[in-house]
């Protein structure tokens, strides 16, 4: 028997400047007649988030498969089950989506929560929980509300103990315009003489930035989307690790670089000039 449940949640947040509107809601489906259940959630309102993570506290015990639908990097231990979402779309909409086998008869509830920045502002906000009833009388999905859904009016910076990445996009430098050239033919030739030859310029493909490095989840972010760790690179700037891909004579073959990143499923990534 499969049995589809969604609950939808609104949640208003106000701040001095910006009114930001949030709406979740999880899709619960059982597998068949097992106790494993596809789980997808749905995040809106994200317009100008730079990122997020949302936590599910589910306990070890309970097995967790991943979805071939699901583009994040996940993370399971210490009976939580997180997602960082290190580029969020232009739309504003987030999906995640995976498989628990719940081993343990009767009913089981799974709080959410979810942390984002925007404007360099961090804040953390509870989600509707997730309960199943896994009894052998019983197939019924269901999704609880939470009694508290709006977050406070000041949101406090969320301390995490363990280290995890927190990944920051930047936004691509203008290149200001040429100054127009008035002097002689002569003189053309002569400064253009002395001008730099423009493949000393390099350029490359940033994938994210990370506030502490960590050659672990580099590794790991590699192997996922099938890339070669040779050809990355790392720059340190305002308290930042910027993690590259590649390095490349012309800003055309690093765009055509970024396309075949894409193609690969890698997103939220741009072409930098290397320094």
């Known amino acids: ?19 930001q509107e949030l709406t979740s809601n999880h899709s619960v489906k059982q597998v068949g007649e097992t106790n494993e ?48 979402l290190m580029a969020i779309p232009s739309n504003g909409i987030v999906e995640i989506e995976f498989n628990i086998i719940v081993n343990e008869a009767g009913s089981v509830v799974f709080p959410v929560q979810f942390q984002y920045s925007k404007n360099d502002e961090k804040n953390k906000i ?17 999704n609880e509300q939470p009694s508290q859904t709006k977050e406070e009016e000041k949101p406090k910076e969320v301390v995490v103990k363990e280290k995890e990445p927190e990944v920051i996009l930047e936004k691509k430098e203008e290149k200001k315009p040429e100054p127009i050239a008035t002097s002689t033919p002569k003189e053309t030739q002569r400064i ?34 099938n890339l070669k760790t040779s050809e ?30 894409i193609s690969k499923g890698v997103t939220g990534v741009f072409v930098v000039k290397l320094p």
């Open 192 to 225: 253009e003489s002395t001008t730099p030859s423009s493949t000393t310029t390099k350029y490359a493909v940033q994938l994210f930035a990370l506030t502490e490095y960590s050659q672990a989840k580099v590794n790991a972010y590699c192997k996922k989307h």
């Open 126 to 142: 509870s989600l509707s929980s997730i309960a199943i009833d896994n009894s052998s009388s019983s197939g019924l999905v269901v």
């Open 37 to 84: 259940y596809t789980i997808k959630t749905t995040i809106s309102g994200l317009e100008g988030v730079e990122l997020g993570k949302i936590e599910y506290q589910i306990p070890d015990k309970h097995s967790y498969k991943p979805s071939p639908k699901n583009t994040y990097f996940s993370d399971r231990k210490n009976n939580l089950l997180k997602f960082y």
């Open 232 to 261: 990355i690179t790392t720059e340190k700037g305002n308290g930042l690790v910027k993690v590259r891909y590649g390095k490349v004579n012309s800003a055309i073959e690093a765009q055509q670089l970024k396309e075949t990143l």
């Open 1 to 19: 028997m499969k049995n589809y449940i969604i609950t939808v949640l609104s949640l208003m947040f106000f701040q001095p400047i910006l009114a």
